[in-house]
């Protein structure tokens, strides 16, 4: 059958030699034991792969050997042959870590269902953790490759955005003034991508959950507003924002750039995809948790073009946009949402939003802070 050995461990000497007749008859080394304690030594010396044993014995029962076996060899499978008891369930050996249980008499053919059941499954779950690593370690390679591509992107872009910018100061011509002002705005979009896709690789490879520091939410408003309203009011757009007053003088403990970098994403957001009218951005608090941690909830709401209800979901997934045309009218490669699901994800919140084709967006975030 395999190479496999399997410990059977059973008081009465008649039904421990017929369990070890069958066992060898499938082609499986038998080790025997005739108590728990007697299995406790076999396991420390022998390379055990699956122990069946009895429920009722002296000493040391079935229900012991189990949770023994399941703390300190987790790896291995138990199969527990059951007679009737008083004392434990059926239930309460399937809870307890047991691969199966098989009620005494059986015959060969059940026996050998059983051993052939918990075989299978353990080598679907090695396959499986095969697998799983296999993914991890892909996805660790494409995250090294994407931040090292992109770090050896930012040194000639930087030359380019700084030769760039001394063309746009020199005497030239109105038609070569023009080119190099489309020449900026190229680069400057480039390097706004480049720089996503670095803070997408640094959080897909990022260990510690946050970086607490103490602030104001009135100064992380204050620098979102600094940063956005020039692209706001080139596109004649109002930006508002709203703090609670419960919250408005409180110092709070927490990942201040996180924060930063998810309301900055989701107002970038809001005015790349509105044309007109005002965007609303407020917090408020949502609820106390326990002692000082508090969560609140930040919402950005735009009148922009909306997204459909089949798209909602999708938009939070890595190099995701709500739909094809936009992603060409607007550009980007759809990794804003992604990074401010993540750093959500991060403060212990939730992120989502209600949209309507035409009418606009309004984006959700939750996020957990400490009052200090």
């Known amino acids: 059958m395999r190479n496999e050995i399997v410990l059977v461990v059973d008081d009465d000497p008649e039904h421990l030699s017929l ?84 009620a005494k008499p059986f015959k060969r053919d059940e026996f050998s269902a059983k051993l052939d059941r918990a075989f299978r499954e353990r080598d679907l779950l090695s396959e499986l953790r095969e697998s799983k690593e296999k993914a991890e370690a892909a996805s660790r390679t494409k995250t090294d490759f994407l931040c090292t591509i992109s770090h050896e992107l930012k040194t000639p872009m930087n030359g380019i955005l700084g030769f760039t910018w001394l063309l746009s100061n020199a005497d030239l011509p109105p038609k070569e003034m023009e080119y190099v002002q489309l020449l900026g705005q190229s680069s400057n979009r480039l390097m706004k991508l480049i720089n996503q896709i670095l803070d997408f690789s640094a959080l897909e490879a990022r260990t510690s959950s946050t970086k607490p520091h103490h602030f104001h939410l009135k100064d992380v408003f204050e620098e979102i507003f600094v940063a956005a309203q020039p692209r706001a009011e080139a596109k004649g757009l109002l930006l508002h924002h709203e703090i609670d007053e419960f919250l408005l003088e409180r110092v709070l403990f927490g990942d201040q750039f996180a924060l930063q970098q998810i309301l900055y994403n989701l107002t970038d957001n809001a005015i790349k995809f509105a044309d007109s009218g005002q965007i609303d951005i407020t917090v408020k608090k949502s609820m106390v948790l326990s002692g000082d941690t508090v969560e609140l909830q930040f919402s950005i709401k735009d009148q922009g073009c909306g997204i ?31 990074i401010c699901a993540k750093l959500v994800d991060m403060m212990n919140g939730e992120i989502w939003l209600e949209s309507r084709v035409g009418e606009g967006s309004v984006f959700y975030f939750s996020a957990q802070m400490h009052m200090a």
């Open 19 to 102: 369990v070890e007749r069958y066992v060898s008859s499938f082609g499986l080394q038998c080790k025997s034991a005739g108590s728990g304690f007697e299995a406790i030594e076999n396991l420390k010396t022998e390379n055990i792969s699956l122990v069946v044993t009895d429920m009722v014995m002296p000493g040391m029962d079935g229900m012991e050997l189990l949770k023994k076996i399941k703390r300190h060899h987790p790896h291995i499978d138990v199969i527990v042959m059951t007679g009737y008891s008083e004392q434990y369930s059926y239930i309460d050996v399937i809870q307890a870590g047991a691969t199966d249980f098989i």
């Open 308 to 338: 459909h209800k089949e798209k909602q979901d999708a938009i939070f997934e890595p190099f995701t946009q709500a739909e094809g045309y936009m992603t060409r009218k607007h550009e980007g490669a759809g990794l804003g949402l992604a």
